[in-house]
């Protein structure tokens, strides 16, 4: 103990006392009521009331070291901290008759504390080295992940860098976990909850690497990633295996841009898990005119699941999605868009029905909404430093159903400390699977009003208030109040 | 009559609050600006560079660079400051003093005429007044007490620039000040933009670092409001965002926050500016972002959520966010089908309920008998396009019911394509975690064998 004491005294003697920490502290209270449309067990449409708390709290500690280690360009050796820690409250009648047991969703617990994210990190040690150090998330074109453990980025030349991470999935089944970066497919007792554990409550153990080219400003860059999370099986039967892959894939992305009037973009995903791509994204951006551009998108997405789930079986369909944008700045700083798009669910082998009442015929194209979705939407958005106003409005069609509506939005800085905004709202819409005259159609009017004031340095606070009328009832409330503080030393 | 009575409240509604929208817009248009610092004079029309990196200036004087450079005159002998300033907010413009050395200046006689070949010295022949016209003491100054030109006003830019390491090693003034011997008037539109800086701010010759130029937070984040008087009278929104000239798709558009995909490909990028939390925000956030998610979305989401546009993956797990509010508001399956717990009566109950969910063909047909083959209505098709629709009610048990080899849970239909026990994806799946495939089949049965 007094070994311990003594080496804290030494080096708390040696550390210089020029470090110059900068500490910056986001507190945000959300306090959140509104109505939420259910269905009473006798089928009428009901209310029932949501009152929700959600705190949070973040931490940002930078500039850590002393400014000698900065280097000439104060952009070297690099030391920070950052975190941010969420607790969700529901009261109100909501959570009232909600599932309990091995139905139970994490959702829908009254409290959920969650540390966000939580890590120490360096930024061109040694003019090399970048990396973080705790709980993380990454994403990417074709990627979104969190996990605790090390991320390190080496940059080996100005056109080189290696990166390595390992760690453990951050799953929602883990104390003080979201399970908003959990892989989507098996769900807290899918294996029989009778009988056994559940495997998500298992830890995940997960690795990568990636080699990254071009310089930082360059005209090219592109980087391909390899990331494999596996866990061990969890109350092993005999003849089980010993462990399975839940997510591994080889994913590129790139990006190139020629005199700030072509960017062209895209990323691609080849799953190992189930030898297929299943992510493909391709962009262009051209800059017309030194006030108009037009952007072109190419994306094609097969669902894919937790390695766990029997959904990677069963999902075998894939969709494409061709989308057009125009964009143009007018005068007196208004912007103006328009977008289309067409998407196309592709045929499975056996969408053809060999055998019943529909033998020969593709059921695929013949099922409501057929294989193909399409819409557009135009608006155009004016933004100065004392407000802005926009207005949108859209429409599509085809598998799913459709949607005509649109909505107007203004807000303004009516004296200095004080914003005001309102927001006007109207649609209606029409399930592809529900029958006139049943809950499968709709319109929707909303509005919103409420405001935004500055009540000290770094202390906001928001009131937003929504009424809707529709279809469905003749009113429907939302409230919302939030109380910002940014302090920092 | 109902839905008549809602219809009119409703246009009433919207019609008010339109009409307060545009009055409120209305009388703000004619609103003075707010201010945070003293307004310049007569900011000019800014183009060229940003006028959030190099506000409004007033330059109510004529001067000829190139003649002057033609006559001799070097950089450093008008803008004596400029090799020693360390910070882009030293004010560099020569003052009066510089000019005296060849222009005779008598403030006292304001018409003063020099002899031909030597350079003017009177009022006029420099200063200009608001209208561009030669600017003179009024007449009732008389002399007594010489009355000030318009001054020139620069406000300081939002940049970090230290012109001295710059000329230490070795960088002279033309390098980046182009136009400025070439031209006669020299304005911000002449000032050097990021595209020349970074002609060697490249990572290899200089720092490419963001920071290195533009100013940051205490945290070295860039800061981004830049809101000045100036700013806010050249019409923006002072607020330094992407236009995308350095990224193309970085450009913060009005569609940029539904669209915003390509962009974050780099998330290094985006934290150049943002703090990690605006991400969180939306991307598994607790309030609805309105722009995204109209008012009642909950109606409106049964669209989206079929068609999984967007992708509702990208902000929910859909096996969390869904499952949980659909188990709450009574759209989710049966008790009886693996749910217990759930509200006894559940109306959208699978064939039991009082309300249907599934169109009529969807499982059973008429009779009541399940579906063998697929069909246009059957849900076959629903759940290999977009089987995450299916998740946000049901679980991996609800599929096994009727899609397992065990006959005791009901039917066994293979979910398997034609010859799927001979394909690469049979193999992947099966060596890579087979505890997917024992949901279904035996341990040691032998359709675990892809190659049999």
């Known amino acids: 103990m007094r070994q311990a004491i003594l080496v804290g005294v030494v080096i708390c003697a040696a550390v210089p006392r020029a470090f110059a920490y900068d500490f910056a502290v986001d507190l945000r209270t959300i306090g959140q009521g509104y109505q939420v449309r259910g269905f009473a067990p006798d089928g009428r449409n009901e209310l029932l009331s949501r009152r929700r708390l959600t705190q949070y709290l973040d931490l940002a500690v930078s500039d850590i070291g002393p400014s000698a280690w900065h280097g000439d360009d104060g952009g070297r050796n690099l030391f920070f901290f950052d975190a941010s820690m969420r607790l969700d409250a529901d009261f109100g009648g909501y959570l009232l008759g909600a599932p309990t047991g091995a139905a139970a969703s994490p959702e829908l617990k009254q409290s959920q504390l969650d540390i966000l994210y939580a890590y120490f990190g360096g930024r061109n040690v040694g003019g090399r080295l970048d990396f973080q150090l705790g709980r993380q998330i990454h994403f990417d074109l074709v990627d979104f992940y969190a996990f605790d453990g090390a991320d390190l980025q080496l940059h080996v030349s100005r056109l080189f860098t290696v990166e390595a991470l390992a760690g453990t999935e951050v799953r929602g089944e883990l104390p003080l976990s979201s399970p908003i970066y959990a892989l989507d497919g098996t769900s807290a007792g899918s294996r029989d909850p009778a009988t056994r554990p559940d495997q998500n409550s298992v830890l995940a153990p997960m690795a990568g690497a990636a080699i990254a080219v071009g310089p930082p400003s360059g005209a090219a860059t592109a980087r391909l990633a390899f990331r494999e999370v596996w866990s061990a099986t969890a109350d092993r039967l005999p003849g089980e295996p010993a462990s399975g892959v839940n997510f591994e894939a080889l994913s590129l992305t790139a990006a190139a841009h020629w005199r700030d009037r072509i960017t062209i973009s895209g990323g691609i995903r080849y799953n190992i898990l189930f030898d297929e791509l299943d992510d493909e994204q391709l962009a262009l951006r051209v800059k017309l005119t030194p006030r108009q551009w037009i952007t072109l998108e190419h994306d094609f997405l097969a669902p894919t699941f937790d390695g766990d789930s029997i959904w990677n079986v069963f999902a075998t369909g894939a969709y494409r999605d061709l989308r057009a944008s125009y964009e143009v700045a007018l005068p007196r700083g208004v912007k103006a868009y328009a977008r289309g798009f067409v998407r196309f669910f592709e045929a499975t082998p056996d969408e053809v029905a060999t055998a019943g009442p529909y033998a020969g015929q593709d059921v695929g194209a013949a099922g409501p909404g057929g294989r193909r979705a399409q819409g557009a939407s135009l608006g155009a958005a004016w933004r100065s430093a004392r407000g802005m106003a926009r207005a949108d409005a859209y429409w599509d069609d085809g598998y799913g159903g459709r949607k005509l509506g649109g909505d107007a939005t203004a807000r303004f800085k009516v004296r200095a400390p004080l914003e005001l905004e309102a927001r006007a709202t109207g649609y209606t819409w029409r399930s592809d699977l529900q029958t006139a005259g049943t809950t499968g159609e709709g319109v929707v009017f909303g509005l919103q009003g409420g405001g935004r004031v500055l009540l000290g340095p770094g202390v906001r606070l928001h009131l937003l208030l929504e009424d809707n009328v529709g279809t469905f009832y003749s009113s429907q409330f939302r409230g919302l109040a939030m109380v910002e503080l940014d302090a920092g030393l | ?452």
């Not at chain 2, 020693?84 to 003063?112: F, M, Q, W, Y």
């Not at chain 2, 923006?236 to 990224?247: D, H, M, N, V, Y």
């Not at chain 2, 669209?259 to 925000?281: F, K, P, S, V």
């Not at chain 2, 959208?348 to 969807?362: A, E, I, L, R």
């Open chain 2, 1 to 452: 009559m109902k839905r008549k009575r809602w219809l009119s409240r409703a246009a009433v509604a919207a019609t008010i609050a339109f009409a307060a929208a545009a009055g409120v817009a209305a009388g703000l248009a004619s609103a003075s600006p707010a201010t945070t610092e003293a307004a310049p004079v007569a900011p000019v029309a800014p183009p060229g560079p940003s006028p959030l990196i190099y506000p409004g200036e007033s330059l109510p004087i004529r001067f000829d660079h190139a003649r002057h450079a033609r006559l001799g005159a070097t950089c450093e002998g008008c803008h004596t400051a400029a090799a020693g300033s360390t910070v882009a907010a030293d004010n560099l413009i020569p003052g009066e003093a510089a000019c005296r050395g060849c222009h005779k200046i008598d403030r006292a006689n304001p018409t003063k005429t020099v002899p031909a070949g030597q350079g003017a010295a009177r009022c006029d022949a420099c200063h200009v007044d608001p209208a561009g016209h030669g600017w003179m003491p009024p007449a009732s100054s008389n002399g007594q007490t010489p009355a000030e030109p318009p001054p020139v006003v620069m406000p300081r830019p939002n940049l970090k620039f230290n012109h001295r390491l710059h000329a230490s090693r070795g960088l002279g003034c033309a390098l980046c000040h182009t136009a400025a011997a070439g031209q006669a008037m020299v304005t911000r539109a002449d000032l050097p933009m990021m595209a020349s800086c970074l002609a060697c701010h490249d990572g290899k010759q200089a720092t490419a670092r963001c920071a290195a130029c533009h100013l940051t937070e205490p945290d070295g984040r860039l800061r981004v409001q830049l809101a000045t008087a100036a700013t806010i009278a050249a019409g923006g929104t002072g607020l330094l965002e992407p236009s995308g000239s350095l990224r193309g798709f970085d450009a913060h558009g009005p569609t940029f926050r539904r669209d915003h995909a390509q962009a974050g490909r780099d998330e290094r990028y985006c934290l150049t500016c943002h703090r990690r939390n605006d991400c969180i925000d939306c991307h598994g956030g607790v309030v609805r972002p309105p722009d995204i998610h109209p008012a009642d979305y909950v109606s409106l989401h049964v669209v989206d959520a079929r068609r999984n546009v967007p992708d509702c993956s990208s902000c929910h797990r859909l096996q969390t966010f869904c499952v949980g509010c659909h188990q709450r508001t009574g759209v989710s399956a049966d008790p009886s089908g693996g749910q217990p717990g759930v509200r006894a009566s559940n109306p959208f109950g699978t064939g039991t309920g009082v309300k249907q969910f599934h169109p009529p063909g969807w499982a059973r047909d008429a009779a009541g008998v399940v579906i063998a083959a697929p069909r246009p209505n059957s849900h076959s098709t629903a759940a290999k396009r977009n089987i995450r629709t299916c998740v946000s009610c049901h679980r991996e048990e609800s599929c096994l019911t009727c899609h397992s080899t065990d006959p005791t849970r009901g039917p066994t239909f293979s979910p398997h394509g034609p010859n799927f026990a001979g394909t690469a994806r049979c193999r992947f799946l099966s060596s890579r975690n087979q505890r997917a495939c024992l949901k279904c089949h035996a341990i040691g049965s032998a359709e675990l064998d892809c190659d049999r």
